[in-house]
């Protein structure tokens, strides 16, 4: 199953690159679930994060893995795919693009793919991570709203 967003920032391209961090991670946590990022190495190919879900009845672990990433001038990407995945996921792969528009306004696209362990998880499972993504623009527009 496929989600897309895309998020236009009143931002310079460069700055958003040296500002998509942990905190600004941090900052995109969706609501109303309990996180702990245990390892956050970066954007680049070979980089780890490590995530802990936490609920009052049991706790699952998060990890991808940074399995590709490029640079040009005017766009910027990584990829992170599931590792070890949270039941029922079985399947993560989240394209992250930044895009120049112009001087002072970049493009942030959220491209991502996954599937469980079957379709009939999938239904059900594709508006909950569109929920938890849907928060997303507000939250770039909000980070990247003071850096410079």
């Known amino acids: 199953m496929k989600l897309y967003f895309e998020t236009k920032i009143d931002n310079n391209f460069e700055i958003i ?6 905190d600004l991670f941090l900052a995109l946590k969706p609501p109303g679930v309990n ?16 995530l ?8 699952q672990h998060w990890v991808s ?10 766009e910027w990407s990584f990829v992170d795919e599931g590792f070890e995945l949270p039941w029922p996921l079985k399947y993560w792969k989240h394209v992250h693009v930044v895009k120049k528009i112009n001087d002072n306004q970049s493009l942030i696209v959220d491209d991502i793919t996954f599937s469980s362990s079957s379709f009939f ?18 939250r770039y527009k909000k980070f990247f709203m003071d850096k410079v």
């Open 52 to 59: 802990k879900i936490l609920s009052p009845v049991f706790t």
């Open 17 to 22: 690159k040296k500002h998509f961090n942990r």
């Open 65 to 74: 893995h940074i399995t590709s990433n490029s640079s040009t001038p005017d």
């Open 121 to 138: 998880f999938d239904l059900p499972l594709k508006p909950l991570l569109w929920l938890s993504f849907a928060v997303r623009p507000k």
């Open 35 to 50: 996180i702990e990022l245990e390892r956050f190495d970066g954007c680049t190919k070979g980089d780890e994060v490590h």
